[in-house]
């Protein structure tokens, strides 16, 4: 998981103990780690725009095809598909997250009594792999062993047993649900840090104006949480973009591969295809498209606090 | 009587409170409880649907003992994660600890550039490097083994951890430092046993985050780890989950999702402290 965003560093001392011989002691300290990025990360990177400009299968040798595999992609609608359903499925969690984690945000906010209780047991979901949550769901939703369909049909509430998985609208909501429960306390504790940054004086003052709840929120809350929303959001979207694990795990691009992911796809077109230059192709643009958001979030955080 | 009546309100308003904290509490916690109590099912029972959570007819291990006996085994995977997850940690904090001095304290040529490199590797998601990522393992030699996996852990992980170790180094004041040079201290005692001390929360939270990160992660060692021998817990528990050894035997895959969650529970309920510490380095400023 990722979660560093801004880089600004705190003021530092400009003097440096030593000089001449000492520089280059500082380049063997982070030796290890530029090797280690420059091995799994920026030869790899290079590589994947170098391979995809080939055919590039996993045996045998490769040949340059130039834009071959781009030109591929603008005929693969499997592809646009899965990018078409990965913009509907981010839009529509990270939707569902907020509206989850801004009130439970607000709930736990203040220290009272069995706070810190409350806020741990909504965050346990968080602290546990997004591999294991979606095997658990994978059962709690099974149809004849797990626990929803078979409740609800012991209840009576449903005369047949009900697969949740088997169409579309019941296992994309189901998906969305399990990855709320999941999620939500995280991006809870992110923004209470900007409830909690928020000084109370204001709002006591505005009490004193007469500025009821909503008013208060509309006026001094949003505004000033503007920053830690522009996060949240942040680590909301990168993360849906790259789904994987839920969709392949639970439903296995299924019902009818109409939950095929990106990442889902570009995983698919490499490592069982083994049509590894397409694959690379489908990273590039995948890549190109994580790398704008990411600027233009970035742009979003920079802007100073109440400028518009 | 105003006063009975506001005492009145109080009182409704902390029942509300409190009622919509345990209910939002059960929701959030249900499906972990429901899944370590069905575990200890009997296989018999553990293949009906879950109500009740717990087993009525006797608490079992059976459910942990079947699981050895697909593939290579629960254990083999378990051992497989936690040399992985182990090996990460200590990897990641040796070389974090050694990179946050270096770009907190020394001045040297490229500096810059090699700091907004390792932060900027952030940006890129390395699912999208993944191919490539496997075709260097297989250069090194390193194809299908959990030492590569390892590498590609660290290396995720130290954005994150270089970023926080420089920080908390930057917060430790010169003066300690200089003192400490003038009582004769060389540079690895410097490091080791002036520094290290000073910015143990750092070290503790590093780990914390990269032994999560290393023991969940499931992409990567599902494309990388071709043998069975080689799975981590997540990709043998998928294997199982989907059938590839034969019908799905759902009481295993409980167990299986306990022994994958329990570890991470115990660490975030142990070291809160540090985690929400993490949470805050990274994601606020």
């Known amino acids: ?308 | 009587m105003a006063q009975a009546m506001s005492d009145t309100g109080k009182l409704a308003a902390r029942l509300a409170r409190h009622s919509t904290g345990i209910i939002a509490s059960v929701l959030f916690v249900a499906p972990i409880v429901w899944t370590v109590l069905s575990a200890f099912k009997p296989a018999q029972e553990a293949r009906l649907p879950p109500l009740p959570p717990w087993p009525t007819t006797g608490f079992s291990l059976e459910n942990y003992a079947t699981l050895n006996s697909f593939g290579d085994g629960l254990w083999v995977s378990t051992q497989n994660s936690i040399y992985v997850s182990v090996m990460t940690v200590i990897l990641s904090v040796i070389v974090s600890v050694l990179a946050g001095y270096g770009f907190s304290r020394f001045r040297f040529p490229l500096k810059d550039l090699f700091f907004v490199l390792i932060l900027s590797t952030i940006m890129i998601p390395f699912q999208s490097i993944l191919t490539p990522i496997f075709l260097v393992l297989t250069k090194l030699g390193l194809h299908n083994t959990l030492t590569g996996l390892v590498g590609v852990y660290v290396t995720l992980q130290l954005p994150f951890s270089i970023f926080m170790m420089r920080n908390a180094f930057d917060a430790v004041p010169r003066e300690i430092e200089e003192a400490a040079r003038m009582d004769g201290a060389g540079n690895a005692t410097m490091l080791i046993k002036v520094m290290l001390p000073l910015v143990w929360p750092g070290v503790v939270t590093i780990a914390l985050f990269a032994f999560l990160g290393a023991w969940n992660e499931f992409l990567a060692a599902l494309v990388l780890m071709t043998d069975q021998s080689k799975f981590t817990l997540p990709v043998m528990m998928t294997a199982l989950q989907s059938g590839r050894f034969g019908a799905i035997d759902w009481g295993a895959v409980q167990a299986g999702v306990t022994v994958m969650m329990v570890p991470c529970l115990i660490l975030f309920l142990a070291l809160q402290r540090f985690y929400i510490r993490g949470l805050m380095a990274g994601a606020v400023k």
Do not use: C
Not at chain 1, 155 to 175: H, R
């Open chain 1, 1 to 308: 998981m990722t979660t560093i965003t801004a880089t600004t560093a705190p003021p530092r001392a400009r003097k440096l103990v030593g000089a001449g011989r000492r520089q280059w002691i500082g380049l063997l300290y982070v030796a290890p780690a530029v090797a280690l990025v420059m091995v799994f990360f920026v030869i790899p990177l290079g590589m994947t725009a170098w391979m995809s400009l080939h055919n590039w299968p996993l045996m045998g040798e490769h040949s340059f095809i130039g834009l071959g595999n781009y030109w591929a992609i603008l005929r693969d609608t499997r592809f646009w598909n899965a990018l078409r359903f990965t913009g509907y499925y981010t839009v529509v969690v990270t939707i569902a997250i907020f509206a989850v984690a801004f009130p439970l945000a607000i709930f736990i906010e203040r220290p009272r009594p069995f706070t810190n209780l409350y806020r741990t047991m909504f965050f346990m979901p968080a602290v546990v792999g997004f591999a294991s949550a979606s095997l658990l769901w994978s059962w709690l939703l099974n149809v004849d062993s797990g626990l929803f369909s078979p409740a609800a049909y012991d209840l009576g509430l449903i005369d047949k047993k009900f697969n949740l998985l088997a169409t579309f609208q019941p296992a994309f909501w189901s998906i969305i649900a399990m990855v709320v429960w999941k999620v939500a306390g995280f991006t809870m504790i992110i923004l209470m840090t900007g409830l909690q940054s928020i000084p109370q004086d204001l709002q006591e003052a505005a009490v004193i104006d007469g500025a009821g709840p909503f008013a208060r929120f509309r006026a001094i809350t949003l505004p000033l949480m503007r920053r830690t929303l522009a996060l949240a959001l942040i680590l909301s979207v990168a993360g849906s973009i790259l789904a994987f694990d839920q969709f392949y795990i639970i439903l296995r691009g299924g019902p009818r591969n109409q939950t095929l992911t990106a990442v889902y796809w570009i995983f698919n077109q490499s490592f069982v295809s083994f049509k590894l230059g397409y694959g690379a192709a489908l990273s590039m643009v995948l890549l190109v498209i994580l790398v704008t958001l990411s600027l233009v979030q970035l742009w979003l955080l920079r802007k100073p606090e109440g400028l518009d």
